[in-house]
């Protein structure tokens, strides 16, 4: 049995497989070899893209953070203002 944060999590990993065989397998085992392999990269690529919407917005956020707190200084004491 493996063990993630103490806990066994065998029962998933049989859950996932049995969800994967019951919807889909028909689906994916048409596939074999190199096909698989292409299949593969391109829901890779498609998660990937997706993910990047989040990041280049969090990116964007950084910077107005970052630009934010470079202007909220007064004067010559250098303080913060708030």
């Given at each position: 049995?493996?063990?993630?944060?103490g806990?066994?999590?065998?029962?998933?990993?049989?859950?996932?497989?049995?969800h994967?065989?019951?919807k889909?397998?028909?689906t994916?085992?048409?596939?074999?070899?190199?096909?698989?392999?292409?299949?593969?990269?391109?829901?890779?690529?498609?998660?990937?893209?997706?993910?990047?919407?989040?990041?280049?917005?969090?990116?964007?956020?950084?910077?107005?953070?970052?630009?934010?707190?470079?202007?909220?200084?007064?004067?010559?004491?250098?303080?913060?203002?708030?």
């Amino acid at each position: 049995m493996r063990y993630l944060q103490g806990k066994g999590y065998c029962l998933k990993e049989y859950n996932i497989g049995r969800h994967y065989k019951s919807k889909h397998a028909s689906t994916y085992n048409d596939l074999s070899g190199k096909l698989r392999s292409d299949k593969f990269e391109i829901l890779k690529q498609n998660l990937l893209a997706q993910q990047s919407i989040f990041t280049k917005r969090s990116c964007q956020n950084e910077s107005r953070k970052s630009k934010f707190s470079s202007s909220s200084y007064s004067g010559d004491s250098r303080e913060a203002v708030y």
